[in-house]
């Protein structure tokens, strides 16, 4: 599986992006997908996860209510809404493939997109 991420760029604080991480090469479905990041400086962590079926979803704490992972597997794709966007989600954004939702062992990652947000 290879995967595209796609979406960042450059946002005033308040402003919302959609990120897309699109799957191609083997059968997408069956790969629960998590997106991460990682900002200047900072340890990549956890964004949000979504089950293969879309039945399950999980987030970061800090990031409840602001952040939505859904996904459409007919399209291959899964997607990060980002809304009321602050200058510390600056990020470079990731998104991987597990087989397993639960304690996730990442088999594939997608290259990265820049999101910036600007003060």
């Known amino acids: 599986v290879q995967l595209q991420a796609s979406g960042g760029g450059l946002v005033q604080a308040g402003g919302s992006l959609r990120l897309s991480c699109a799957a191609s090469?083997?059968?997408?479905?069956?790969?629960?997908m998590d997106w991460f990041r990682r900002a200047p400086g900072k340890e990549r962590e956890f964004v949000a996860a979504?089950?293969?079926?879309?039945?399950?979803?999980d987030y970061a704490d800090s990031l409840k209510g602001r952040i939505t992972i859904f996904r459409n597997n007919a399209k291959n794709t899964v997607y990060l809404q980002t809304n009321n966007l602050k200058p510390e989600d600056t990020a470079v954004y990731y998104c991987?493939?597990?087989?397993?939702?639960?304690?996730?062992?990442?088999?594939?990652w997608g290259q990265g997109t820049l999101v910036t947000v600007s003060s």
């Open positions: 979504i089950r293969w079926s879309g039945s399950s979803t």
């Open positions: 090469g083997r059968t997408f479905s069956p790969y629960s």
């Open positions: 991987a493939a597990s087989k397993t939702y639960v304690n996730p062992n990442y088999d594939y």
